[in-house]
């Protein structure tokens, strides 16, 4: 008996190891439109926490944060799905505008709260930016980065569609302004490169779930098996798109070969 126990200790520490310790990942990302004034920017990306709490008070996941050294904190969306995934919201929402200008999109499970308006007009007065189809304007020495948010598809029916967003984007600022697109949905690259945005950040997925070596995330948000854009960088055209694993569960409480995820993202120019 003790024999088999001690077999079994170190799978079971792997894998708690594997659902509890926070991967934070730097990677570098090139475009050729870079402003020169936004060259090395730091966007850290958090997605799919779905209410967990990494820390008393979520405090080994601000730690994490602290030391990426953040420009810009961008979460894309399933943030929690429940009244109770809510409890420490606000202090970790709080944290993270303490460390740097933190901008949010919806998921979709946020909109299975019938409260979700109540909620985002809460997070706007702690001092995060909720992007609900809407753009703001980042300006260095003269130069233009536009972060824009899309409402995941499960919010209202009636919304600005994408490419409406984008036109006004491009009416408004400029054709030739560099665009930072936070949307949830990992499955949409062909539709921002159609529209040319630059850089699209997403979630949704977790990874896949269960990642096996050297062929990628197993489970789809779609529950298709091996789906393409599972996790980390892709480009078509001009358009770059980051996929994050994510932070918690939602449906299985279980993650393999895919620790939660802290992507560190930096622009740089060609």
Not at 11 to 37: G, M, T, Y
Not at 77 to 97: A, N, V, W
Not at 228 to 254: H, I, M, P, W
Request: glycine letters at 10%; aromatic letters at 10%.
């Amino acid at each position: 008996m003790r024999r088999i126990l001690l077999l079994l200790l170190p799978s079971v520490v792997f894998l708690l190891w594997q659902n509890v310790s926070i991967q934070r990942e730097e990677k570098e990302l090139f475009f050729r439109d870079l402003p020169a004034a936004f060259q090395d920017l730091r966007l850290v990306h958090i997605s799919d926490l779905h209410g967990r709490v990494f820390g008393q008070e979520h405090s080994r996941l601000l730690k994490a944060v602290r030391e990426s050294e953040p420009d810009l904190i961008c979460i894309t969306g399933d943030l929690f799905g429940t009244e109770e995934e809510l409890q420490g919201i606000h202090d970790l929402l709080q944290g993270l505008c303490e460390l740097a200008p933190t901008y949010y999109v919806t998921g979709n499970h946020e909109w299975q709260l019938r409260t979700v308006r109540q909620y985002l007009s809460q997070m706007e007065q702690w001092g995060v930016e909720v992007l609900r189809n809407e753009y703001k304007v980042l300006q260095r020495q003269g130069k233009a980065l536009v972060i824009a948010g899309v409402d995941d598809p499960c919010g209202p029916y009636e919304r600005k569609s994408p490419a409406q967003l984008v036109e006004e984007i491009r009416r408004d600022v400029g054709q030739e302004s560099f665009v930072l697109m936070l949307s949830h949905r990992n499955d949409e690259l062909e539709l921002w490169q159609e529209l040319g945005v630059d850089l699209v950040l997403s979630g949704h997925c977790h990874g896949g779930v269960v990642r096996l070596p050297f062929v990628g995330g197993v489970f789809g948000s779609g529950r298709e098996l091996f789906p393409e854009y599972d996790a980390g960088s892709y480009e078509k055209g001009n358009t770059q798109l980051f996929v994050s694993r994510g932070l918690g569960y939602s449906r299985v409480k279980f993650r393999l070969f895919n620790r939660p995820h802290l992507p560190v993202l930096i622009l740089k120019g060609k």
